[in-house]
């Protein structure tokens, strides 16, 4: 289970790494990397909200604690996003 976990791991960090150059290109100004880093958070927020949802139908207490810990964090970068992207704006 362990390897399946880390081999997708792995191909989803490929894939957002390809989704990153593609949007951002070569040369992006602060503005661009902000959008895309929030679109990545917002992303992260919604897949952990489905695994909470999830989780709360296993017997695994650990799972559904570390999987809600997670998605709090993940709220706190969306929320650190938010913030520097208004910064952005107003400064």
Do not use: R
Not at 1 to 27: C, D, P, R, S, V
Not at 33 to 47: K, M
Not at 56 to 74: M, P, R, Y
């Amino acid at each position: 289970m362990k390897i399946i976990i880390k081999n997708t791991a792995t191909e989803t960090e490929q894939k957002a790494t390809k989704m990153m150059q593609t949007y951002l290109g070569n040369n992006p100004d602060l503005s661009e990397t902000l959008e895309f880093l929030s679109i990545a958070e917002g992303g992260e927020v919604v897949h952990y909200e489905g695994l909470d949802s999830l989780a709360k139908e296993f017997k695994d207490k650990d799972l559904a604690k570390k999987t809600k810990s997670i998605l709090t964090e993940e709220k706190n970068h969306l929320y650190k996003c938010i913030q520097l992207v208004k910064q952005n704006v107003s400064g």
